[in-house]
């Protein structure tokens, strides 16, 4: 028996909720379910407006056509992230410019290189809290304010975590950029397959926000009895989910509590019970001061490429699977012709050297026991 | 209690194969229901590969990024359609050309009237099945040959429909263009609450179809083991549906046959049943020889907007819901203005006079009934 890297979580109220929904003869978009989890996050963490998506990736597309990214425009974004941070831009023409991850277990965008990275071209940053950790979003929002920049932030893994900035405010992540992109994708905390949320904190993009989410039309207003009919008012596509997805997610956000406690235990095992492995030149996350962890991911930095392929041989000998996360973006097969600057080092070094170890909601004591046990003998007989 | 206009119809198994996936651990797309699905649609109507999508519209703008639609390209796409058939390839920067509908009681897009809207710029013709009837693809598929364009179905509407071609052959709708999307929306005959399938008949964008459809990444020959570790290739999008929303899909497949069967019954119904109202001006659908009926909706075609309109106030006041569809997109408030062209005066006369009655699987005699003798009735003492 391997031990998975992930394993789905279920509450039990998943297939409940689908039947509900379908026996009420309503399973196209924007029905009960999905409006009971756009008011739950709403009301939980203070966002002003969300819309639930198909995936993250949609919910960054929408943001790209809401900033009106034409070809022409700069983004800046990070280097290690998933493709899709870059691509939801790349689809609407523009020219991306990659930024290099910190140093030091932590592989978020260094904030203090961006200003480097800004032309009059800039119209957006889009930053990735990466395993839930913020980013240093009051460095972040200067800059961007100074040079009068959307902030978009990529929170695909940053469902319950928070930023604490230097006036003492503690703000849910997701609730501090214009606009920000979160994921239900079936690796994250919450899930529901494939599943995500646009949230929109600048009030000016939600009224284009809903025509946009609906195809283009304002169908949403002519529902609300605003308008007579509706029709063709905008660019747009068919970004909202299935009433049988919402569903599915409304039954996890019921249980978030629990499952996040659930995680956090299982995230501090592995944080306290790993040896320090730093004369190995093994780093452990990171976590700044300004940072919470919502025990998204619990990952190593190793020294290398060889000491980490090893590692990950070893463990699956184990039955144990652990697997390796981004490929820097800046020298993809698709972008490297592209690109212009002088490399991200720092991306290019978690790209080889960063490793997940499995983390869900139903990993048993004894099962994490024998990973963490793995590890530990392994280095300290090598 | 009113009868409504549509009504999802359950097979009863949804939730058992939604249950089945859940339990399987494996809720993201492209997995085991996923398969059964793109399987049943490739052996049952001889499609080449099908991709299902979390819309039509997503199968749409993954049709306008295979054929590399960008700014200057011209588009042909009748007026009488949904949003979202123009919409895909605005959003790559096509020039839309509208075409006009046909006369008579058939509003598909006049294929006599193409010719006249090609341009050197022209690269590709949408087609929409409109309530599942075939547009004429004999003439259709020569102008496409004549000029090197690329002919796209949409057939959104036109699941287990067929054309019969002047050389005798019976082809299923969406098997004769260059590529294809439908829709699972839980208006059409097979649903999924929302959903699509993007159809690969042309053999050259099978490849990169499956990149665009994985977010831009080679993730799908990785799985496959043909390559090492998956990356950034290309362009593209979250396209691909949640395993719950293919479950839920997989269950009605399974049902196509039964499901057609009783939606036949009921349009024929329809058909026979209403009065002769040709001295009021009012034409019932119009089915050319080279197609066949689907039954995915019932309308009538009324002589003006006001007898529509006094029409749908009589059968509400009889508890029947009966609703318009389309309106002209060429005039529509999004494109108005960047419209070329003489008009599209058939389009007009659908979007003003085109009525749909209740038409879905739990549809009881008794209903229909109702509904057909009010019809009759209010045009005998008229």
Known sequence: MTIPFNKPFLTGKETKYITDAVNS???????????????????????????????????????????????????????????????AFVLRGANILFADSMKNGNPNIDANKISDLITPKTKA??????AG????MDKI??????????????????????????????????????????????????????????????????????????????????FRGEVAKYGWMDIGSSFLPSEIVSAFLYAQLEELDSIQKKRKEIWNKYHYEINDLNDHGIQKPNIPDYA???AHMYYLVFRDLDQRSILIKYLQKKSIKS??????????????????GNGCPNSDKYTNCLLRLPLYYGLDKDSQNLIISAINSFYEYS
Chains 1, 2 share one sequence.
């Not at 929408?62 to 990070?78: Q, T």
């Open 25 to 87: 003869g309503k399973i196209s978009g924007n029905g009960k379910y999905t409006k009971l989890c756009h008011l739950y996050f709403q009301k939980k963490f203070g966002f002003k407006k969300c819309l639930l998506t198909t995936s993250c990736t949609d919910a960054l597309e929408m943001s790209a056509i809401l900033l009106d990214i034409k070809p022409g425009d700069d983004v800046i974004i990070p280097s290690y992230t998933f493709v899709s941070t870059a691509n």
């Open 133 to 136: 950790m913020a980013c240093d």
């Open 292 to 294: 919470t962890n919502n």
């Open 141 to 222: 929002m200067e800059i961007a304010e100074d040079n009068n920049i959307y902030v978009i932030e990529d929170s695909a893994q940053a469902v319950d975590s928070y930023h604490l900035s230097n006036s003492g405010k503690r703000r849910p992540l997701g609730s501090i950029g214009h606009l920000a992109a979160f994921s239900f994708h079936e690796t994250k905390n919450i899930i529901s397959g494939e599943g995500g949320m646009l949230v929109i904190n600048d009030e000016k993009f939600i009224e284009r926000a809903e025509i946009i989410w609906e195809k283009g039309t304002n169908r949403s207003a002519f």
């Open 323 to 340: 697997v390796f996360h981004y490929i820097s973006l800046h020298s993809s097969q698709y972008y490297i012709d592209k690109y212009v």
């Open 125 to 130: 940053i889009v930053i990735v809290h990466y």
